[in-house]
């Protein structure tokens, strides 16, 4: 049984505002069918507000209240849409939001009153990132190419979700095809981070963290392609979970980098992560690059933490990445890192640095790569079969008018560095050499995860900066995804956990951590991740934006 | 599927009507209703190849000067695989449906959508492969070819690079006698695996060509993107236009017979490109080479190339070699020559990078045909065993006798044929008893009615004749029946040899060894002249 289904001490880490009924603090161990705990019981026990309670799994909060009829799916859809119509003006995380959710809410009521059997994400608002196909929505990829653009079908991991019961609230933003670490090169609109809108919530899916960070879903599907899931998340303070290459179907997925990109997950804990990351993976035959591992049951192997072992993670190797904490790191990012992992250490686990010699020929491998493939992805945007087409005497100015006005400026520079890297002449000591650093990179990934069990490191080496603070020095936004890119080029899973603050904003700004394992091993990352953010005492990621909602709640 | 995703669209009203992309400056109203027009025209051509080139038809200009020129011509060949559907994707490929019905988003290259490979395909590649003598590359891979154009929906096609799955091999063909006989010996450089692109239609206020400067108004039929191709690039040994056109009359007859295309040329299901250079006799260096296109049939490619050398032969005599342009070269069927197409501006950079969608190719599986079933590999054993080359008994085994086994629907054990006698006529043909055609006749008798190839042989009186006096006599008896011939002949009219080469075949009930008899009928004419 999941832990996340302990009791509450606190009322604080209720993120629904529900003026009737406070239907999600009923949470109880035993069965989904047994008596709901009232409000009245909740509030006897509660401790001193001082301390936080641990993240929850929204999905199973919904799924228990749901079918104990303790709230209805539309109460519960409508509470969303309220926050997400009051903090959407500020945040701007969606490029749209379906105008079908109240009445897929009532569907699911219907079938609740009828006693049908409904998905496990039953009533489960996801956000879905617009690079991402939905047959009944604009799918644009934030690109001003393909505006209006609808998809004839839903990506594989859109439909699995909708299968599973799950009610995709709308698109969210990014950087243009997923290209950039801030959302601000989305071609319509700058996110704004949750935590102070000053600042960008990372990218490219900025627009999936910073949803899921203020409460405007309950948990959002992103891309990654060089730590364009797991930057945004340790911007916004969420979890984000970019799982090994191959796992989950790119099916339907606008293709940047084909060879590095995976869809990730969103969630307010890692059980959520984890439960959304059960339902979208798996072999797809639409995506010969899909493995056919295993894929187990992530959510049910958490297990609960009893206070009665001090040391739940006895025994665990994690090997620190040297190379992560050192120079050019923000010194509060190291310091939250260090004590994260004196956390571990407290957990039982055994902590050692390890170094990662290539570890600083993972950026330009990545973006040699990246822009490459992507010069090749993005030919088909040729304004011929569908998307904005420019109106013009001939073909030539037909492609170059139609790709020069529809794509943006951070597009327009990788299409070409990729185009220059895979050229006569060029391609051997460019592309060549980047895979070949690639296989050097993995290699030194694995000989790390024989000798430990999983490798952490900052998700990004700072937090949140201003929004266009880094807009015309690229190379600097570049050098922000030194953390991540590595884990792509070596196709491994990673989790990103909030794991503390640094000053900054109204109230802080969230520091991630990332744990890095073997391939396949998501399910060991979910276990150390969800011990992790339950035995983390003091903090509480609910950014200032939406604390006074939660607040209200009470 | 094809027609609901068709459906879909249309009630999209974002989409760009990808019924029929079409590029109009002030019309977008884009459905094309068009009839292919080849769908009414295309009539199938006979089930076997024929060329029909008479053989007194080349120009006596030609002959004039061609004794101090040698050409070299090459062949890149497009077979279109006849797999139920394309290479990346579930949609079948009839020719001559309505434009833009056999689609969907993988072959038009919508975003999101990915390539899954159709295992069909490597089948087909391997089987071609091994029929034309060529080692396999057990891992192969696909690579992006890059550039734009209106046909191609992604932007890229999807083929193979630096790896192609088959290569070095060869084609044994003989000439008909009546051009001179005679067996030939092409060396194949590759063969690779790709996707075929769309088409481009007419419209009324516009005409279509490869020119990249194209008229606006023009619609793109996206029916044959993504049909799996392979491309069968020859090495440059063929020194006539007879010569290419054999070889291309064999390779169709090649895979119609392993059942991997159909191979009609009106349909474009089998495209010949051709590459044309002379060099005045005796220069190692080959001269500028040209391309020639929209060559329809076999007698198109002949036609073609031998007027391509006579204007290449001419240039080249009145001193204007630096007329000649490496360019693309269109055959126009109408006038009977080639005209300029369009002009090569240095070498198109097509930035090949491996396909990241699509696993590497191990053919470790499909090659394992043979051990895979049992009774296969039993046989193949067995026949190995009888002594025969290890080889060409693959080849058999996995080309003719696979398909037959298909098409009959058979099992090996089921085949009249024994281990026995596929060890023996393999040794009968490589021992020159027979030809490689009649062996492939006693094959079918082989494993449709059983017997021995000896009995067959003496039975059908299939052996070869090898023997120069036989040859001799029918030589000198077709002479002596037609003395008027030989008169033109001496005073001139050196075309005629293939006539006589022809009569003798017939004498010999096509028996006579091509070689030999051309040979003999050479020195037989040219003796007292
Ligand atoms: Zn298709």
Not at chain 1, 283 to 307: E, G, I
Not at chain 2, 347 to 366: I, K, T
Request: aromatic share 8%.
């Amino acid at each position: 049984m999941l832990s996340t289904l302990q009791t509450p001490r606190s009322l604080s880490r209720f993120p629904l505002h529900f003026p009737s009924k406070s239907f999600l603090l009923h949470t109880s161990t035993k069965s989904l069918s047994s008596e709901p705990v009232t409000f009245a019981s909740l509030t006897d026990q509660s401790i001193p507000t001082t301390t936080t309670l641990p993240p929850q799994s929204q999905i199973l909060t919904i799924r228990h209240s749901l079918i104990s009829r303790q709230v209805t799916a539309t109460e519960l859809v409508q509470s969303y849409l309220n926050r997400l119509r009051i903090t959407e003006p500020q945040l701007k995380s969606f490029l749209h939001v379906s105008d079908t959710v109240l009445r897929e809410a009532h569907e699911l009521d219907k079938k609740i009153n009828n006693n049908e059997e409904v998905g496990p994400l039953a009533g489960v608002l996801v956000g879905v990132k617009d690079n991402i196909c939905t047959a009944d929505m604009p799918s644009t990829g934030g690109s001003r190419i393909l505006e209006g653009y609808r998809p004839a079908f839903d990506a594989t991991a859109v439909r699995k979700i909708k299968e599973l019961g799950g009610i995709v609230v709308g698109k969210t933003n990014l950087d243009e095809f997923g290209m950039g670490s801030t959302t601000e090169s989305s071609a319509f609109q700058v996110t704004a981070n949750p935590w102070d809108v000053s600042r960008v919530p990372g990218g490219s899916s900025g627009g999936s963290a910073a949803a899921v960070s203020a409460r405007q879903c309950v948990v959002s599907l992103g891309s990654d392609t060089g730590g364009s899931v797991r930057q945004p998340a340790s911007f916004c303070g969420v979890v984000g979970l970019k799982p090994t290459y191959g796992r989950v179907s790119r099916f339907g997925l606008m293709a940047y980098a084909s060879s590095l990109d995976v869809i990730g997950c969103f969630g307010s804990s890692v059980a959520d992560a984890g439960i959304l990351l059960h339902a979208i993976s798996g072999h797809d035959r639409l995506d010969a690059t899909t493995s056919k591992q295993d894929v187990p049951d992530f959510a049910s192997q958490l297990v609960s933490t009893n206070s009665s072992e001090s040391k739940p993670l006895k025994g665990l190797r994690v090997g620190l990445i040297r190379e992560t904490v050192d120079n050019g790191v923000d010194t509060g990012v190291i310091s939250t890192i260090r004590a994260a992992a004196s956390h571990l250490e407290e957990l039982g686990c055994f902590v050692t640095e390890v170094t990662l010699p290539s570890f600083s020929l993972g950026l330009p491998a990545y973006y040699i790569i990246a822009s490459s493939e992507s010069s090749s992805n993005l030919s088909r945007y040729d304004g011929v079969r569908y998307g904005n087409q420019a109106v013009t005497d001939d073909l030539n100015s037909l492609y170059g008018d139609s790709r020069a006005n529809g794509f943006g400026s951070e597009v327009k520079m990788r299409v070409l560095m990729g185009t220059y890297a895979l050229s006569a002449g060029y391609y051997d000591a460019y592309y060549k050499r980047a895979q070949q650093v690639r296989t050097i990179i993995r290699d030194s990934f694995k000989a790390a995860l024989d000798q430990n069990d999983i490798l952490i490191s900052p998700a990004s080496p700072s937090p949140a900066y201003k929004i266009g603070e880094k807009k015309n020095d690229p190379l600097a936004m570049y050098a922000g995804d030194i953390m991540t890119v590595n884990v792509n080029l070596a196709g491994l899973p990673a989790l990103v956990i909030p794991c503390g603050f640094v000053e900054g904003g109204p109230a802080g700004l969230p520091v991630g951590l990332q744990m890095i394992s073997a391939a396949y091993d998501e399910g060991k990352l979910l276990k150390v991740g969800h011990i992790f953010e339950q035995t983390l005492e003091n903090y509480k990621f609910v950014p200032p934006l939406i604390a006074d909602d939660i607040i209200t709640s009470k | 599927m094809a027609s609901t995703i068709f459906r879909n669209f249309q009630a999209h009203p974002f989409l760009l009507c990808p019924t029929t992309a079409l590029f109009g400056r002030r019309s977008r109203v884009l459905y094309c209703t068009m009839r292919n027009p080849e769908s009414q025209t295309a009539t199938r051509e006979k089930q076997q190849p024929q060329i029909k080139v008479s053989p007194h038809t080349q120009n006596n200009r030609l002959d004039k000067f061609s004794k101090d020129y040698d050409a070299v011509i090459g062949i890149e060949t497009h077979v279109q695989l006849s797999t139920l559907t394309k290479a990346f994707c579930s949609c079948p490929y009839d020719y001559g449906s309505p434009p833009n019905t056999n689609v969907c988003p993988i072959c038009m290259g919508l975003p999101g959508a990915l390539p899954v490979l159709n295992s069909k395909v490597i089948e087909f590649a391997v089987k071609l492969g091994l029929a034309l003598n060529c080692k396999l590359s057990l891992d192969s891979k696909f690579d992006r070819k890059q550039y734009f154009y209106p046909d191609l929906p992604k932007g890229y096609q999807i083929s193979q690079f630096d790896v192609p799955i088959a290569s070095g091999g060869y084609i044994d063909l003989d000439l008909p006698v009546e051009f001179g006989g005679g067996h030939r010996r092409f060396g194949i450089t590759r063969v690779h695996m790709e996707e075929d692109a769309g088409k481009l239609l007419h419209s009324e206020n516009g005409s279509y060509s490869q020119e990249i400067a194209l008229p606006l108004h023009f619609a793109v039929d996206l029916n044959r993107a993504g049909v799996p191709l392979l491309e069968i690039v020859s090495e440059p040994e063929m020194r006539t236009g007879i010569e290419a056109a054999e070889y291309a009359a064999e390779l169709q007859r090649l895979v119609r017979y392993l059942g991997v295309s159909n191979g009609n040329m009106q349909e474009g299901s089998l495209r010949c490109d051709v590459n044309v250079s002379v060099r005045p006799l005796g220069q190692l260096q080959f001269g500028t080479k040209v391309e020639i296109k929209n060559l329809n049939s076999f007698s198109s490619v002949s036609r073609a190339i031998d007027f391509e050398i006579s204007r290449q032969v001419q240039l080249l005599s009145q001193g204007q070699g630096d007329r000649i342009l490496q360019e693309t070269r269109q055959w126009e069927e109408g006038a009977q020559k080639t005209v300029t197409m369009r002009k090569k501006e240095g070498l198109a950079d097509y930035r090949y990078f491996p396909e990241p969608d699509l696993p590497a190719v191990s053919l470790r599986e499909d090659v394992l045909f043979l051990a895979n079933d049992i009774y296969v590999a039993n046989f193949f054993d067995a026949t190995i065993a009888k002594g025969a080359d290890v080889k060409l008994a693959t080849n058999w085994i996995m080309s003719d006798i696979a398909a037959f086994m298909k098409n009959e629907k058979l099992a090996i054990s089921e085949v009249k044929l024994t281990p026995q006698e596929l060890a023996e006529l393999i040794a009968c043909i490589k021992g020159g008893t027979i030809s490689g055609k009649i062996g492939k006749q006693i094959l079918f008798e082989l494993l449709a009615k059983g017997g021995t190839v000896k009995g067959l042989i003496k039975e059908k009186d299939l052996v070869q004749i090898v023997d120069p006096v036989e040859i001799e006599k029918m030589v000198d008896k077709v002479l002596a029946e037609n003395p008027k011939q030989l008169e033109q002949y001496r005073s001139g009219k050196t075309k005629l040899q293939g006539y006589f080469a022809g009569q003798i075949m017939k004498v010999s009930k096509g028996k006579a060894n091509p070689g030999l008899l051309n040979k003999i009928l050479l020195e037989k004419l040219n003796a007292n002249s």
